[in-house]
């Protein structure tokens, strides 16, 4: 079975620019959440879908961050335009709904913004 | 607030020594807590939660809600158990799960 998949796994962008990640979840599963840990903090939660809606997008900084799951299968987050404090690694996970249930999480993105 | 404290960052031990990762909360309700591991050049992985109670890979975790904290305990360290290693607390939406708050990591170091 495949894992949870992120597209790319390193890129590097100027200031300005934007940016898409990607993330592929593992199938079948509803919840899909994007995570970012940036340099020498701790992993932080950006939102969560459940299928194509937003459950909770608390985390997510400013409105320079744009994330969709369109059909409740893959999601993007797009960060247009990007910032130097950007820089990070973007993980995503997903998992089943119910209590407990364990995350899944991808290799992340690493993303820097130069 | 609520948040997940892990006060070390670094823990090296020698093979065959007891490990234990300290990992406290502070969380308004009941918590669902879980430890995440990551081996080098790995993705980050469930190692246990506390629901389940159960150890894996000799590693046990018990919740104390009176110290709000669920340390992580193995008697015997081994090699490949050096790893980073993720104190997590699950918050909840209306009893389905909902996402996780993470301490800042303990890097452990098992040497030979």
């Known amino acids: 079975e495949a894992g949870v998949t992120q597209f790319p796994s390193h890129s590097v962008i100027e200031k300005g620019q934007t940016v898409t990640l990607r993330c592929d979840p593992i199938?079948?599963?509803?919840?899909l959440y994007w995570y970012r840990r940036v340099m020498g903090k701790e992993i932080k939660f950006l939102l969560h879908?459940?299928?194509?809606?937003?459950?909770?997008e608390s985390g997510m900084p400013n409105n320079r961050f744009l994330a969709e799951r369109t059909g409740g299968t893959y999601s993007t987050l797009k960060v247009q335009p990007a910032e130097l404090e950007d820089s990070g690694v973007y993980f995503c996970?997903?998992?089943?709904?119910?209590?407990?249930?364990?995350?899944?999480f991808g290799q992340g993105t690493r993303l820097t913004v130069v | 607030a609520q948040r997940v404290t892990q006060p070390e960052k670094l823990l090296s031990v020698f093979k065959g020594a007891p490990v234990e990762l300290k990992c406290n909360y502070s969380?308004?309700?009941?918590?669902?807590l879980f430890w995440y591991v990551q081996y080098s050049r790995q993705r980050l992985q469930l190692l246990l939660r506390?629901?389940s109670r159960e150890s894996i890979k000799g590693f046990t975790a018990d919740l104390n809600k009176g110290e709000t904290s669920f340390h992580l305990k193995k008697p015997f360290a081994q090699e490949e158990d050096s790893a980073m290693y993720y104190c997590?607390?699950?918050?909840?939406?209306?009893?389905?799960?909902?996402?996780?708050?993470f301490g800042k990591g303990t890097k452990l170091s098992v040497k030979p």
């Open positions: 996970a997903s998992g089943i709904q119910g209590r407990g249930t364990e995350a899944f």
């Open positions: 199938s079948g599963h509803d919840n």
């Open positions: 879908f459940v299928k194509e809606s937003k459950q909770d």
């Open positions: 969380y308004s309700g009941s918590p669902e």
């Open positions: 506390h629901i």
């Open positions: 997590a607390l699950s918050r909840k939406y209306g009893g389905s799960q909902g996402n996780l708050i």
